[in-house]
């Protein structure tokens, strides 16, 4: 076995307050499906981001978090803060309240001064975690009406200096290390308590570990990783299972219910308010199965470029997500926006007549447009004058029940901004609220009965070294206390036809419901 180490460099980068920067250390291992690998280091905190099909730019990396060493939960501007203990485990350190809690986030990974090695995938360790759709309340005045049942946290990260990164491309796979990582952000922590703020300590200059000392910690757990991916068994041709129709799903809003907020929200559009709005409905149903068997069978009929299954511990989310929110690679900044639908045929020429339908549909088609408009001013709030732009206009992708209109924006961060600042300029997603996206989203606290939550909100990485990667939690299950949620919605334009968009939500729901028939 071959530890690949790179020295630990003597420059200031990336906005880290330090003169020492770290690489990660890393061995290159034999391929295996990532979902076969995780199923041998499944707990609670892990975390599995899969891209399943899609472009180089979207679809050739995944990753599995493993063993984290820090939790960071938000609810309600009540922070709680957990840390690796002495005997294994995750135990609470902090608590506190806190308006701007991202902050807190934010110093905890810029206390590690790692320096991103391009030889790796992106992401080499970080934050890996879910923000809620109701995260926006901290970035916006909004009213707070409707009802929380599940009580999902706000907002919920795990820190990682251990994962396996798989490049589907190259068909490599590496186990990642990230020295003194877990040092650092304890020293953080621990000035919160005295009250010394969020400023980044010294690494590891505490207890006198020299930067040979952290290297040789971190080359111990590479070999235990590494040992452990080679008892994984590799995936083999896995068949998606038959129907059995055995769940009764719960319809939490009738048929009616959901059109006349159609109708609402039709009578906002000619009032002026708004021009479009998403609106959604939630469906549940008991499940007796474990959430990653969930996981093993939606991925099979619903492969998507942001798929993730993500542990929480009291809670699950396991996604098929098509549709990014936001990147930040090297300080371009893309957002991919899906707007526009048609259900899949039934045979090839059946799908090019509907993509052709959807692409030509002067409804579809400036819905796309406007939503286009929006993320490129949301970009234009944190990127520099003149290199926002679309680098891919209105080109359709295939999924598994639908066919989709996706666009990209991007644009170059401005100096002094980063991955949060780009998060609170974009949060959340034009396509799922609507335009203009304030007023969108009093509305849609007016008109939906219950709290987002997790749909609608974000999952993935934010890493040490500056970059992140964020979906949109669509065509996502959340299971709680043995119930599987699902949530959907539709695009609402002055000339929707209420029915037709009731059934354009189930379209998007269909999938999900499909697995859980599958069971």
């Known amino acids: 076995m071959t530890i690949k180490i790179r020295q630990a460099d003597k420059t200031r980068t990336g906005g880290f307050q330090h003169e020492t920067t770290l690489f990660p250390l890393y061995v290159e291992l034999p391929y295996k499906s990532p979902a076969a690998v995780y199923e041998r280091f499944r707990a609670a905190g892990t975390m599995l981001l899969e891209s399943l099909k899609g472009s180089e730019t979207i679809g050739r990396y995944s990753f599995i978090a493993v063993d984290p060493f820090a939790e960071f939960k938000v609810k309600d501007s ?4 957990r840390c690796a203990g002495t005997g294994g485990g995750l135990e609470s350190c902090l608590n506190l309240t806190d308006k701007r809690p991202l902050s807190r986030l934010r110093g905890l990974l810029h ?12 992401f080499q360790g970080g934050a890996v975690g879910l923000m809620s759709y109701d995260f926006v309340h901290y970035f916006e005045k909004l009213p707070k009406t409707a009802r929380d049942d599940l009580h999902i946290p706000d907002a919920h990260f795990f ?8 490049d589907r491309k190259e068909r490599k796979a590496y186990a990642v290390v990230c020295p003194g990582a877990r040092r650092t952000a304890l020293e953080v922590v621990e000035g919160w308590r005295e009250g010394a703020g969020a400023a980044a300590p010294g690494l590891g200059v505490t207890d006198g570990c020299s930067y040979a000392g952290l290297y040789d910690e971190a080359g111990d757990s590479l070999c235990r990783m590494v040992e452990e991916y080679g008892r994984a068994r590799d995936e083999g041709d896995a068949v998606i299972p038959a129907r059995h129709g055995r769940a009764e799903i719960v319809y939490e809003m009738t048929k009616q219910d959901y059109m006349d907020m159609v109708v609402r929200a039709k009578e906002y559009i000619r009032a002026g308010d708004i021009f479009q709005a998403n609106l959604s409905q939630r469906l549940s149903a008991r499940i007796d199965t474990p959430p990653w068997t969930l996981y093993s069978v939606l991925r099979l009929i619903n492969p998507s470029p942001f798929s993730a299954f993500a542990d929480f511990g009291g809670y699950q ?4 997500s098509p549709e990014r929110l936001i990147r930040l690679k090297d300080g371009i900044a893309e957002t991919r926006p899906i707007a526009g639908t048609r259900p899949r045929g039934t045979t090839a020429v059946e799908d090019e007549r509907l993509r052709a339908d959807l692409l030509l549909n002067e409804k579809e088609r400036a819905e796309h447009i406007m939503l286009i408009d929006l993320e490129r001013n949301d970009l234009g709030r944190v990127c520099g004058y003149g290199t926002v732009r679309v680098d891919e206009l209105m ?19 401005s100096p002094g901004r980063d991955a949060f600042s780009l998060l609170r300029a974009t949060f959340p997603g034009g396509t799922i609220t609507g335009v203009p996206k304030v007023r969108c989203m009093e509305i849609i606290d007016e008109l939906e009965p219950v709290v987002r939550g997790p749909y609608t909100g974000s999952l993935g990485y934010v890493a040490f070294n500056g970059d992140m990667d964020m979906n949109i939690v669509i065509r996502t299950f959340v299971i709680k206390d043995g119930r599987a949620y699902v949530q959907a919605g539709a695009g609402i334009v002055a000339d929707s036809v209420p029915e037709s968009e009731y059934y354009e939500s189930l379209k998007k729901a269909e999938a999900l419901l499909s697995t ?4």
């Open 111 to 122: 206390s590690y001064p790692q320096k991103k090695d391009p030889a790796l995938p992106p």
């Open 395 to 413: 080109i359709t992708e295939d999924y598994s029940h639908v066919i989709h209109i996706v666009s990209n924006v991007r644009g170059v961060l």
């Open 317 to 320: 989310i396991v996604s098929s």
């Open 78 to 81: 009540a922070v709680e803060v």
């Open 159 to 166: 820190l990682f200096d251990r994962l396996f990164a798989f």
């Open 516 to 519: 859980i028939e599958r069971l």
